[in-house]
């Protein structure tokens, strides 16, 4: 056996449908999920932003603060793959996020048990733990905060 990390992705439980709200599409749990569980194993794409920090609209709504989720010091965005870009924002949200800098994945984890045909939601400003008091995210971003509803 080696040491190496397991870098096997199973597709997730999950799907993606209009969520009849302006937030539009959103991801839906495939079936229930308990707390701590992990529902997706997302590869990401980081890239060096721009020096002017253009991006277009679509793209700055997808973006994730990967070098905030490592600790480091200058600012990495990354893409995320699989269904990682599409889960909505919430405050508080039903996943968490977990940065592997080594595999280069974020673990989206439940913090809550998820029924089935939930829709599941991240909270942009605090991916770590699903609650936040702020919306840096939105406001460093130059993206509009859509409101739950």
Same mark, same amino acid.
């Given at each position: 056996?080696? +040491? @190496? *990390?397991?870098? %096997?992705?199973?597709?997730?439980? /999950?799907?993606?449908? $209009?969520?009849?709200? *302006? =937030?539009?599409?959103?991801?839906?749990?495939?079936? !229930?999920?308990? @707390?701590?569980?992990?529902?997706?194993?997302?590869?990401? /794409? *980081?890239?060096?932003?721009?020096?002017? %920090? #253009?991006?277009?609209?679509? &793209?700055?709504?997808?973006?994730?603060?990967?070098? $905030?989720?490592?600790?480091?010091? %200058?600012? =990495?965005? !990354? /893409? !995320? &793959?699989?269904?990682?870009?599409?889960? +909505?924002?919430?405050? *508080?949200?039903?996943? #968490?996020? @977990?940065?592997?800098?080594?595999? %280069?994945?974020? #673990?989206?984890?439940?913090?809550?048990?998820?029924?089935?045909?939930? $829709?599941?939601?991240? +909270?942009?400003?605090?991916?770590? +733990?699903?609650?936040?008091?702020?919306? #840096?995210?939105?406001?460093?971003?130059?993206? $509009?905060?859509? !409101?739950?509803?």
């Amino acid at each position: 056996m080696d +040491n @190496q *990390p397991d870098m %096997r992705i199973v597709p997730p439980a /999950v799907y993606i449908k $209009e969520t009849g709200t *302006p =937030r539009g599409r959103g991801v839906f749990a495939g079936r !229930a999920f308990t @707390q701590d569980e992990v529902v997706e194993v997302c590869p990401v /794409v *980081p890239y060096d932003p721009l020096p002017d %920090r #253009r991006l277009p609209l679509e &793209l700055k709504r997808i973006v994730f603060g990967w070098g $905030e989720m490592l600790g480091l010091r %200058r600012r =990495r965005p !990354a /893409v !995320a &793959l699989g269904y990682g870009s599409m889960y +909505n924002h919430s405050n *508080p949200a039903s996943l #968490r996020c @977990q940065a592997d800098a080594t595999t %280069r994945v974020l #673990r989206l984890i439940a913090v809550r048990d998820i029924a089935a045909d939930e $829709e599941m939601t991240l +909270n942009y400003n605090s991916l770590g +733990n699903g609650v936040s008091s702020d919306n #840096r995210w939105f406001e460093t971003n130059g993206v $509009e905060l859509i !409101a739950d509803s």
